[in-house]
């Protein structure tokens, strides 16, 4: 099993920062094998979305457009933490943030078979 634990929410005004973490492991967890790591919000009232996910290997990155510029996916290997850099935060950013693992890339929720259990960040005005 995929064991993915967040931690870094918390509340912030509008325009200020936020880095969440999320550290992975497990028995079969493998960069190699579940190669993508992804971040995912989901807003009160609103249906869980893509925000942007980062290859393990390549490093390569998407992200969804309204965070393009203002959110960074990274990742530490030797720590097998993926982290979201979100800068200038605005408040309709306020979400339940998760990080999920996936073996192949995508944005929707049901290619991704392994979750963490999410994160709150509230952006004030």
């Known amino acids: 099993q995929v064991q993915l634990v967040e931690s870094g929410g918390g509340l912030v005004q509008a325009g200020g920062s936020l880095r969440l973490s999320c550290a992975a492991s497990g028995r079969t967890f493998s960069p190699f094998r579940t190669s993508i790591m992804g971040w995912f919000r989901q807003a009160p009232g609103k249906e869980r979305e893509f925000v942007g996910r980062?290859?393990?290997?390549?490093?390569?990155?998407k992200y969804v457009d309204s965070v393009k510029g203002r959110f960074t996916i990274s990742r530490d290997n030797a720590k097998n933490t993926v982290y979201l850099q979100m800068n200038s935060l605005k408040p309709e950013d306020t979400a339940v943030y998760y990080c999920a693992a996936a073996a192949v890339p995508g944005s929707e929720l049901d290619e991704y078979p392994y979750w963490g259990q999410g994160t709150q960040v509230t952006v004030s005005s």
């Open positions: 980062i290859n393990w290997v390549s490093g390569l990155t």
